[in-house]
């Protein structure tokens, strides 16, 4: 079992819809991170929060909005996706320090498919 | 602009045969980290090397980092069915800890 929780497991939407992805973690972790990861590849860095604020923005398309309430919560808003977006969203989160150099503890993911 | 880069790309082996895969970067690493990703499942922490010519063993896994702190290899010990997954490194590249393409490992009995 992962530490890091994330929901929904799978998720299939419209183009045109509107929904959210959360992640919560309870380790006392103070840096979390959005990746994306297409089949066969390595995950790639969206965004990271470190201290509920936002650090690291990958050159992400707007239609991709991250938020951080508080230091255990995490979620990715999505509006108006495009069918290249399909793929394995990933929440991490690592200790206090330089995130770089800390070892990320990984979600499930949820598993986006775009109609 | 700065990679990582592993190799190989996919290794498929003999259940008890020995397994490495190679990573590789142009400038200096202040640390590298290993993971582990099964089929269908999420990267899952392995190990993090920091120093110059460190040398970690977990049972049947061998993890270098090089001198130089530029490369470094993870090495399995007589494969077994488990050990059937895609492995990445891991290097700090800039404020981001980026990936390797990993090294999807089969394993048949």
């Known amino acids: 079992d992962t530490e890091v929780t994330q929901t929904p497991k799978h998720l299939v939407m419209g183009m045109t819809n509107k929904k959210s992805l959360k992640c919560e973690q309870h380790?006392?972790?103070?840096?979390m991170y959005w990746y994306k990861q297409k089949a066969k590849k390595p995950p790639e860095l969206m965004f990271v929060?470190?201290?509920?604020?936002?650090?690291i923005n990958e050159s992400v398309p707007s239609r991709f909005s991250p938020e951080c309430p508080n230091s255990s919560l995490l979620n990715l808003h999505l509006h108006a996706l495009q069918p290249e977006d399909s793929a394995l969203y990933l929440c991490?989160?690592?200790?206090?320090?330089?995130?770089?150099?800390?070892?990320?503890?990984f979600g499930d993911g949820t598993r986006l498919s775009i109609l | 602009g700065q990679q990582v880069m592993q190799i190989p790309q996919y290794q498929h082996v003999q259940e008890g045969e020995d397994f490495t895969t190679y990573c590789n970067s142009s400038?200096?690493?202040?640390?590298i980290q290993w993971y582990k990703q099964r089929p269908g499942g999420h990267p899952v922490f392995l190990i993090q090397l920091v120093k110059s010519g460190e040398v970690k063993k977990q049972k049947r896994l061998t993890f270098q980092f090089g001198e130089a702190k530029k490369n470094s290899s993870l090495h399995i010990t007589a494969t077994q069915t488990t050990d059937v997954g895609t492995y990445f490194c891991?290097?700090?590249?800039?404020?981001?800890?980026?990936f390797g393409k990993g090294t999807t490992l089969s394993v048949s009995s």
């Open positions: 991490a989160s690592s200790p206090p320090g330089t995130g770089r150099n800390q070892p990320q503890h």
């Open positions: 380790m006392g972790h103070r840096a």
């Open positions: 891991a290097g700090p590249v800039g404020t981001a800890l980026i």
């Open positions: 400038t200096t690493l202040s640390n």
């Open positions: 929060y470190s201290y509920e604020k936002l650090s």
